[in-house]
């Protein structure tokens, strides 16, 4: 929780009180089993009058709280015979009682900002020791922060507590310890949700540090080797080629083949991807036909075959297969029944499919993808598949000449070892099945909390997409995100535009991993809530 949201106060408000008995019965009913439950829901302390509430607020919610009282007896007098035999001489003493912390506060600074400001208290109205009777449960806690204990520990059952003392010395001695704990228990891990670069596994990354052999080694060919027949597997290609760059690069050399074909083709955009295979047709002067929908809408096979009637012309089409964009994902079988039917080529951007949904590109004239999403390798690497042999074209940049790769086992030029290691060692872990049970729990626990998830369950099991409402900016609650060390897709203009974040599924994540992000989502929406309701 961030601090400078956070108010310390002593409690002089009905309202406040009010709350101190709800947060008491909270705590002292609820949590510790210490005192029976009423229909109120709301506990009065017996000392509740003689009691100092020392609190702490987010905006008008009081979300933790301390008191302390000086009359004698106090409870731990009911407790400990002698009490006094414990204490120091001539001690100035006071007892602290209802320490409590609202579960979604704890292990922040609120527990120490309020000893602090007991302890100032304290000392401002003459006192030199708190008496307290300490929770075993946070004991450790308790004495990080200077609290001393004495005597035996009293209670029973789950409410059993060690009385403790705490003075300014001993508070001041731990203080810079505690500062430094604390700020380490901040530091949380980060835990990324881009659709790339993704986490990966370890034997990924230790695969890339191997040392750097030049591509005209043999050692390098035979690697290459293994990684295409991999890949051939992995979608059912008869050909595939690894080039350096991304998934635009593979794109490109798409378009640069298919400037070769003669006749225009069809392009179907429902999405940002799908508009920028346009503009990769565009700028390789490609004449086509699109069918264009809004974001998310479905294009059905009915109206490709529809168009494909209509103009006999058309050589080729080209879509993604997953729309990173919304999660759409496209019936690439039946384009490939109706490419076979009509004639004309299938080509598929697959960039963000390929290692997530089991695909299938036997029929396909060409598809891409890449080595840094679904298949949980490092970005750097363009993959090309195609159904036929290519010969190389001196129409085409050389780079972008796919029949080039195709004529020299995909090495016509410098090549990376390191990337094609981890690329090599990534495709052992491919796993297409566990996916889509994880996704189905995330978009169900988001829905279920009031999210507005985008699209069907038939979307893509790699990628979520949540649209925020109006007054929740989507750019300042990513922003808040990666601030908790949650890292989101957010940043892209398109996505800002819609007011959208996205979790994405491409890389490799334990269930642990999903339902931590999942808090630390729930975190920031509280945190807006509350903000929006104290501005309200």
């Not at 009777?133 to 990080?144: F, N």
Request: aromatic content about 8%; overall charge negative; charged content about 25%.
């Amino acid at each position: 929780m961030e601090s400078h949201s956070l108010v310390y106060k002593v409690a002089t408000e009905k309202e406040e009180m009010d709350q101190i008995n709800r947060l008491n019965y909270r705590t002292f009913v609820e949590e510790i089993p210490q005192h029976t439950s009423n229909e109120e829901k709301a506990l009065v302390d017996r000392f509740h009058d003689e009691n100092t509430y020392i609190i702490a607020k987010w905006g008008s919610e009081v979300v933790g709280m301390i008191a302390l009282r000086s009359n004698r007896p106090y409870s731990l007098d009911g407790k400990i015979e002698d009490l006094d035999r414990f204490l120091p001489k001539g001690s100035s003493t006071c007892e602290i009682r209802l320490l409590s912390v609202k579960e979604e506060f704890r292990s922040t600074r609120v527990f120490f900002s309020l000893c602090d400001q007991l302890v100032t208290h304290c000392l401002d109205h003459g006192y030199d020791m708190a008496l307290i009777s300490g929770t075993v449960r946070q004991l450790k806690l308790y004495k990080r922060m200077g609290f001393i204990p004495f005597g035996e520990r009293v209670g029973s059952g789950d409410a059993v507590y060690q009385p403790m003392y705490l003075t300014k010395e001993s508070f001041e001695s731990s203080t810079k310890a505690f500062i430094r704990m604390m700020e380490r228990k901040n530091r949380v891990r980060e835990l990324s949700f881009l659709p790339g670069p993704v986490p990966m596994r370890k034997k990924v990354t230790d695969a890339f540090k191997e040392a750097t052999v030049s591509h005209r080694n043999i050692e390098f060919m035979e690697n290459m080797d293994e990684v295409c027949l991999k890949l051939k597997k992995l979608v059912n290609a008869n050909h595939v080629q690894v080039a350096v760059g991304t998934g635009t690069l593979s794109n490109d050399m798409v378009a640069a083949q298919l400037s070769t074909l003669p006749g225009p083709g069809l392009i179907l955009s429902n999405g940002e991807f799908g508009y920028r295979l346009q503009d990769h047709a565009d700028r390789f002067g490609l004449e086509y036909t699109t069918i264009s929908k809004e974001w998310g809408q479905p294009i059905s096979s009915e109206e490709v075959e529809g168009i494909l009637k209509q103009n006999g012309e058309i050589k080729w089409i080209w879509t993604v297969h997953c729309e990173t964009s919304t999660g759409f994902v496209y019936d690439v079988e039946s384009l490939s029944d109706l490419s076979e039917c009509y004639g004309v080529h299938l080509c598929i951007d697959a960039c963000s499919s390929v290692g997530i949904i089991p695909s299938d590109f036997g029929r396909a004239y060409l598809a891409t993808t890449v080595s840094g999403k679904g298949i949980g390798a490092y970005p750097g690497l363009a993959i090309v598949f195609h159904r036929d042999p290519i010969e190389p074209d001196k129409r085409l940049p050389r780079y972008l000449d796919i029949g080039q790769y195709d004529k020299n086992s995909s090495i016509p030029y410098t090549h990376s070892s390191n990337l094609v290691n981890a690329l090599n060692t990534a495709l052992d872990g491919v796993d297409t099945t566990s996916r889509p049970i994880r996704m189905e729990q995330l978009r169900r626990h988001l829905i279920s909390e009031g999210y507005q998830v985008v699209g069907e369950d038939t979307y893509s099991p790699g990628i979520v997409t949540v649209a925020l409402p109006p007054e929740i900016p989507s750019r300042e609650f990513g922003d808040k995100c990666r601030k908790r060390g949650l890292i989101l897709s957010y940043e892209s203009d398109y996505l800002m535009k819609r007011n959208w974040i996205q979790l994405a599924l491409m890389g490799s994540y334990q269930e642990s991993e999903i339902n931590e992000a999942l808090g630390r989502i729930k975190s920031c929406m509280d945190t807006y809530h509350r903000e929006f309701v104290s501005h309200g």
